[in-house]
């Protein structure tokens, strides 16, 4: 089972873009959605993550800068990112997490460019 990312592509720094997330309905339930990221030769890192109720964590590196959002009846997670710069640069993944375990989408490249 896997989730459907999109909305990644290639964006001057300063520049905004909108990633989604779709879980199929066979996942239900889910408790937690979110993002994380993976730049070249670096380690996956949270990103942000948001609860069924809507209560919302972000990283240091992106607060103020990232919104995350959520459609429970869409089980569809969004994160809007602006003011982007080149170390946003990375592969970022969605997953969400219910009792049974956790999913994750397939990842998709946010290039910024200097």
């Known amino acids: 089972v896997q989730l459907q990312a999109s909305g990644g592509g290639l964006v001057q720094a300063g520049g905004s873009l909108r990633l989604s997330c779709v879980a199929p309905?066979?996942?239900?339930?889910?408790?937690?959605m979110g993002w994380y990221r993976q730049a070249p030769g670096k380690q996956r890192e949270l990103v942000a993550t948001?609860?069924?109720?809507?209560?919302?964590n972000y990283a240091d590196s992106v607060k103020g800068r990232f919104t995350i959002s959520r459609d429970n009846a869409k089980n569809t997670v969004y994160v809007q990112m602006n003011v982007l710069k080149p170390e946003d640069t990375a592969v970022y993944y969605c997953?969400?997490?219910?009792?049974?375990?956790?999913?994750w989408g397939q990842g998709t490249q946010v290039t910024v460019s200097s």
């Open positions: 997953y969400a997490r219910n009792l049974y375990g956790t999913y």
């Open positions: 948001i609860t069924s109720g809507g209560s919302t």
């Open positions: 309905g066979t996942i239900f339930s889910i408790a937690v």
